[in-house]
């Protein structure tokens, strides 16, 4: 891929709002997170009151990793520290309220959420500015982390709360940090398919075998980004004879990723594209076993993306020691073991036991590639465009 290509931050801004599909004219008020669950459309609480955007005063510009540590890391920041938080959240109200709630009640810090889509939040930080209002970004994925890093607006974390989480599924830099893990999986149907006709590779799924056959959804925030990665891992000219491939295929286009599961489950398609946790979710609501499995790539293919929903904290936060407290409850144990049980994430923090439907996060290889890297979001959508995808 082609890495001299200058984007500047109005480049970037551009083409997250494209993601977000919304305009940036205004504030975003309690919005659902639009490649997650839909968010609870009930009014705010007192832990979720939207913020006003960019019209707050300038934040100061202290460093967030100057900090010092309010408990030691791994275990959840308890006791009174009071004060107050501002968020800017990519993850959607309905998934994340009640361990936010959870947070703020073992801290007593006044917490107020901003919620909307994840790329609408980068966006929205990036045009804010140093006069953002916001201490934390609580963000969907690493592309949108990155997005912000490089523009000089995420601290450096404190090096104890870093080496909590792997370095593959952190900021290399320590700017951002990795709170849950999301595997790239093939959600397919066990009556019409079996594991090993899974092909070694997610390249491969560009055989006349499966014609017909595959579902997509070339609009979801989540496939761009592994979208992204194949473009960062294999250059832009595999990553589009793959779309074509696939393309030409037949691959049935969805709306989301949980629509793709459904289809499988229902035997439209054979398999699709998604991200692991939509097929727990949907056999968790069941309370059954369903005719659908995911087969996670372990190989260090393009296909073994794990993408994390992560989080970063301003270089203008105010409350920085209360952004440090956000960030270490949400690599505690009691937090880590919320995401694996209630959103059916892989947890990132060793010690933590995974849902024994998924395959373990160590022994999955994932493909040598700096997460922050997924921000160059601009030249996948033209690629899609392109091949007449969006």
């Given at each position: 891929?082609?890495?001299?290509?200058?984007?500047s931050?109005?480049d970037?801004?551009?083409?997250?709002?494209?993601?977000?599909?919304?305009?940036?004219?205004?504030?975003?008020?309690?919005?659902c997170?639009g490649?997650?669950?839909?968010?609870?459309?009930?009014?705010?609480?007192?832990?979720?009151?939207?913020?006003?955007?960019g019209s707050?005063?300038?934040?100061?510009?202290?460093?967030?990793?100057?900090?010092?540590?309010s408990?030691?890391?791994?275990?959840?920041?308890?006791?009174?520290?009071?004060?107050?938080?501002?968020?800017?959240s990519?993850?959607?109200?309905?998934?994340?309220?009640?361990?936010?709630?959870?947070?703020?009640?073992?801290?007593?810090?006044?917490?107020?959420v901003?919620?909307?889509?994840?790329?609408e939040?980068?966006?929205?930080?990036?045009?804010?500015?140093?006069?953002?209002?916001?201490?934390?970004?609580?963000?969907?994925?690493?592309?949108?982390?990155?997005?912000?890093a490089?523009?000089?607006?995420?601290?450096?974390?404190?090096?104890?709360?870093?080496?909590?989480?792997?370095?593959r599924?952190?900021s290399?830099?320590?700017h951002?940090?990795g709170?849950?893990?999301?595997?790239?999986a093939v959600?397919y149907?066990?009556?019409?398919?079996?594991?090993?006709?899974?092909?070694?590779?997610?390249?491969?799924?560009?055989d006349?075998?499966?014609?017909?056959?595959?579902?997509?959804?070339?609009?979801?925030?989540?496939?761009?980004?592994?979208?992204?990665?194949?473009?960062?891992?294999?250059?832009?000219?595999v990553?589009?004879?793959?779309?074509?491939?696939?393309?030409?295929?037949?691959?049935?286009?969805?709306?989301?990723?949980d629509?793709?599961?459904?289809?499988?489950?229902?035997?439209?398609?054979d398999?699709?594209?998604?991200?692991?946790?939509?097929?727990e979710?949907?056999?968790?609501?069941?309370?059954?076993?369903?005719?659908?499995?995911?087969?996670?790539?372990r190989?260090?293919?393009?296909?073994?993306?794990?993408?994390?929903?992560?989080?970063?904290?301003?270089?203008?936060?105010?409350?920085q020691?209360?952004?440090?407290?956000?960030?270490?409850y949400?690599l505690?144990?009691?937090?880590?073991?919320?995401?694996?049980?209630?959103?059916?994430?892989?947890p990132?923090?060793?010690?933590?036991p995974?849902?024994?439907?998924?395959?373990?996060?160590?022994?999955?290889?994932?493909p040598?590639?700096?997460?922050?890297?997924?921000?160059d979001?601009?030249?996948?959508l033209?690629?899609?465009?392109?091949?007449?995808?969006?």
């Amino acid at each position: 891929m082609n890495t001299n290509r200058s984007v500047s931050r109005r480049d970037i801004i551009r083409a997250l709002a494209a993601v977000a599909g919304a305009s940036l004219a205004g504030p975003v008020l309690a919005a659902c997170g639009g490649n997650e669950s839909p968010a609870s459309t009930a009014a705010p609480t007192a832990t979720s009151q939207a913020s006003t955007g960019g019209s707050g005063a300038a934040a100061t510009s202290t460093p967030a990793a100057t900090t010092p540590a309010s408990t030691p890391a791994g275990t959840p920041a308890t006791g009174t520290i009071g004060g107050s938080l501002t968020v800017y959240s990519g993850r959607s109200q309905q998934l994340v309220q009640k361990i936010v709630d959870e947070f703020a009640a073992a801290t007593g810090i006044d917490v107020k959420v901003r919620y909307g889509d994840t790329a609408e939040m980068a966006a929205a930080i990036l045009e804010e500015g140093k006069s953002s209002p916001a201490d934390i970004f609580f963000a969907q994925d690493a592309g949108a982390l990155g997005a912000v890093a490089r523009e000089g607006l995420l601290a450096e974390l404190p090096s104890d709360v870093l080496d909590l989480v792997e370095p593959r599924f952190r900021s290399p830099d320590g700017h951002w940090i990795g709170l849950s893990g999301r595997a790239r999986a093939v959600v397919y149907n066990t009556e019409r398919v079996k594991e090993s006709d899974i092909p070694p590779s997610i390249l491969d799924f560009t055989d006349p075998v499966w014609k017909d056959r595959l579902g997509w959804a070339p609009t979801n925030a989540s496939f761009q980004a592994a979208v992204t990665a194949i473009r960062v891992l294999r250059g832009d000219d595999v990553a589009r004879a793959w779309l074509e491939g696939i393309r030409d295929n037949g691959a049935r286009v969805y709306e989301n990723n949980d629509v793709i599961v459904s289809a499988v489950i229902a035997g439209e398609i054979d398999a699709g594209f998604v991200n692991h946790y939509y097929l727990e979710r949907q056999r968790a609501e069941a309370g059954r076993d369903l005719p659908a499995r995911n087969y996670i790539y372990r190989n260090g293919d393009p296909g073994a993306l794990v993408n994390v929903a992560g989080a970063g904290i301003l270089t203008t936060a105010k409350n920085q020691e209360q952004a440090i407290a956000f960030i270490r409850y949400m690599l505690s144990p009691e937090a880590q073991t919320y995401f694996a049980e209630e959103t059916h994430e892989y947890p990132l923090v060793a010690g933590v036991p995974t849902d024994p439907n998924l395959v373990p996060l160590n022994e999955i290889q994932t493909p040598d590639i700096d997460l922050s890297d997924l921000a160059d979001l601009e030249a996948t959508l033209e690629m899609l465009r392109d091949v007449g995808l969006l």
